[in-house]
């Protein structure tokens, strides 16, 4: 039997080397001039195992009518039947290399291809290759679809089987533009397996896309070679980065802050790109005249073209820039760049700032002034803001609302400082303060008696009087103009007088009002006792002995004694505040009632004889209470400088109080004429010696 078995391979190898030799010789067969072909096989297949066949199909090109055939260039590995010469036989593992021919015809002449080849393994046990997810190379987590341009990617793959742990290799196979793993591709790896596992390198960077990642395992000697499934993913637009520059035209040099009017501003971007992905596309210059970006943008400039790195070409210079805030806002443009979105840069400010402009000066300040006198001051400097002047001594002379007329209230040292605003190009400053010396101005004051008669005395001039004129009631009060150059008078009845420079602006008669007590019709409810100017003398305040209080021309009501439900005493006295926005009433009990902005500083106690007249001090921070009796109470920084107490009686009661400009000094005035003089108030004559048709009820003093 062995003997036999001999007997039959060896006629089987004789046979295929015969065969062989026939194949030899028909190739060498010198050419006949017939057609030639060149045969393929066309169904290779991809790998065998050890003891698989298959039967080869042998296709020419041009189609030949020889009789096709395969010969193994490695009979090591694989074999051909010496029967039909196409069945192919797997006897080893290695690579099976197979050449397909076709036998000379009449027509054609013998055809042999070029060597196919094949991988033959021992395995045959199947392996699975899992490939669940695709992960990003930055983050190291499973790809979740929120990835942009730049992000790299990688796939692990896992090769698993039931007979032990594969070994072998896996190669990596990357697809652009397709999810189904089919089209344009690069391989990222083939390692070999680590205990069944193994990942491909890092793919990227990517630009915005559609990918799919695959594995395929090589086999080994116990399983057979095997693919993963297709896993896709994809790459979203990115935002780039967008830096920007201000340069100052004139240098080239960043922008410090510390460019002044005149300046030339240019602005740079650069977008960035991301992983080495160029952007392409343009940009766009807005430029502002604010620091904040704020439409509406004062110029916008298109399409400047990117650089190859993503640098733009420069903006357009501005014109001359004035102090101030200014911005760029940069926005990229992508047009039909496939990996970028466009998006803007920061809001970038800059700014201009102020020129230094020569120090303010009060360049017309007169040698000296007089109390009560005024100037209009002029400020010198190259500014180019509103100019104005401040007095840092405001108890001797006074800056009007206008910022330049200077009034001297009160003897003494001035000293003013010119000031310079904030203008369209200079910085604002001030200058170094001025002094002029106010003397003081001559003193005097007024009398008045309740016939209306006016008696001066000093510098006060007489401008009139409604002595010895009828009346219908009798005069109240006297209260003149700020420069002196006249005064009204107020009867009980509201009737005003205007006298010298005044203007009247209306009475209480002239509103259809009779006099209290009158028993007619439409009567005022209490006489009237006194009246004060508004601040600006374009109006007047009275008051009635019940607090009442009756606002004339632009003179501002803040309340009465009624509209608080009534105040304790008779009202004898308003005293208006400097800023004309309140007032005092002071009745015959010694209270004080403060409406507007009048700050309350006290007020005295019933006494045996009333309070008969007030005066608040210059400033507005105190006043002074006088009682029939002569006794003087001061209040806030009003100061006590003395009384008449004992010189007068019921018989020639104390009627009025009225202070000098400065608040150092006082009158009291007694009804049959005395005067009494105290602090810095000059006695400057009375009216004791003279027979009066009427008591004296009001003075004013300066």
């Not at 793993?181 to 896309?209: D, F, K, V």
């Not at 520059?245 to 030339?264: F, L, R, Y």
């Not at 904030?422 to 170094?432: F, K, V």
């Not at 602090?679 to 009427?694: D, E, I, R, Y």
């Amino acid at each position: 039997m062995r003997k036999t078995v001999r007997r039959a391979i060896g006629a089987a190898v004789m046979a295929t080397m015969v065969v062989s030799a026939l194949l030899v010789a028909l190739t060498t067969l010198p050419a006949s001039g017939q057609t030639a072909t060149t045969p393929t096989i066309s169904n290779l297949p991809a790998s065998g195992l050890i003891g698989g066949s298959f039967t080869a199909t042998v296709t020419s090109t041009p189609t030949s009518d020889g009789a096709p055939s395969v010969v193994s260039n490695s009979p090591t590995v694989c074999t051909v039947s010496a029967i039909d010469s196409l069945t192919v036989t797997y006897i080893a593992a290695g690579t099976c290399s197979l050449t397909a021919q076709t036998a000379a015809t009449t027509n054609f002449d013998a055809g042999v291809g070029t060597p196919q080849t094949f991988v033959v393994s021992t395995g045959t046990a199947s392996a699975t290759v899992n490939t669940p997810n695709v992960y990003d190379a930055a983050t190291l987590a499973v790809w979740d679809g929120t990835e942009t341009t730049g992000a790299s990617a990688y796939l692990p793959a896992t090769v698993t089987g039931g007979l032990g742990t594969p070994t072998g290799t896996v190669t990596f196979t990357l697809y652009s533009g397709s999810t189904t793993c089919t089209g344009s591709s690069a391989a990222y790896g083939s390692p070999a397996l680590a205990s069944g596992i193994a990942q491909s390198t890092n793919a990227g960077p990517l630009g915005a896309n559609s990918y799919s990642f695959q594995a395929s395992y090589s086999g080994d000697g116990t399983y057979a070679t095997a693919t993963s499934p297709c896993e896709s993913f994809t790459v979203g637009k990115g935002t780039p980065k967008i830096t920007t520059g201000v340069k100052d035209n004139a240098t080239g040099s960043p922008w410090t802050g510390a460019e002044k009017p005149g300046a030339v501003a240019y602005n740079t971007a650069t977008v960035n790109p991301v992983g080495g992905i160029a952007p392409t596309g343009t940009v766009t210059y807005s430029f502002f005249t604010n620091g904040s970006c704020t439409a509406p943008a004062l110029t916008t400039q298109v399409g400047a073209a990117l650089s190859s790195s993503g640098v733009a070409a420069n903006s357009n210079p501005t014109s001359s820039l004035n102090q101030g805030g200014y911005s760029y806002l940069v926005t990229y443009v992508p047009g039909s760049d496939p990996n970028y979105l466009g998006t803007s840069a920061v809001c970038e400010p800059f700014g201009v700032g102020y020129l230094t402009p020569t120090a303010p000066v009060i360049s017309n300040l007169p040698g000296s002034g007089t109390e009560f006198g005024s100037f209009t001051a002029d400020v010198s400097t190259d500014g180019d803001g509103a100019t104005s002047v401040v007095s840092s001594t405001i108890n001797v002379c006074t800056v009007g609302s206008d910022g330049h007329t200077v009034t001297f209230v009160l003897y003494g040292t001035c000293t003013l400082t010119a000031l310079l605003g904030t203008g369209l190009n200079y910085a604002p400053a001030a200058g170094t303060a001025q002094s002029i010396s106010v003397n003081a101005a001559p003193r005097g004051y007024w009398l008045v008696g309740s016939d209306g008669g006016i008696f001066s005395f000093g510098a006060a001039q007489f401008h009139g009087s409604m002595g010895g004129k009828w009346l219908q009631r009798p005069v109240v009060g006297l209260t003149p103009t700020f420069d002196r150059g006249g005064y009204w008078l107020v009867a009980s009845d509201g009737g005003v007088f205007s006298f010298g420079d005044t203007t009247f602006y209306g009475s209480i008669p002239g509103l259809g009002i009779n006099p209290a007590g009158s028993g007619l019709p439409h009567s005022l409810n209490a006489p009237i006792v006194g009246i004060v100017p508004s601040v600006t003398e374009r109006g007047y305040f009275m008051v009635a002995s019940d607090g009442g209080v009756f606002a004339f021309g632009d003179a501002h009501f803040a309340g009465s004694c009624p509209g608080v439900g009534g105040c304790v005493g008779t009202a004898v006295a308003v005293m208006p505040t400097p800023t004309g926005r309140g007032y005092w009433v002071a009745t015959s009990t010694g209270a004080v009632y403060s409406f507007g902005d009048a700050q309350y500083y006290g007020g005295g106690t019933p006494q045996a004889t009333p309070v008969v007249g007030a005066e608040a001090t210059p400033d507005g921070r105190g006043y002074w209470l006088l009682y029939a009796n002569g006794t003087v109470g001061s209040y806030g920084d009003a100061l006590y400088l003395g009384a008449p107490s004992g010189y007068v009686n019921t018989y020639n009661p104390a009627t009025a109080i009225f202070s000098t400009a400065d608040g150092h000094g006082y009158w009291v005035a007694a009804a049959r004429g005395d005067v009494f003089a105290y602090g810095n108030a000059p006695f400057l004559g009375g009216m004791a010696a003279t027979n009066l048709n009427g008591g004296i009820i009001a003075g004013y003093g300066f």
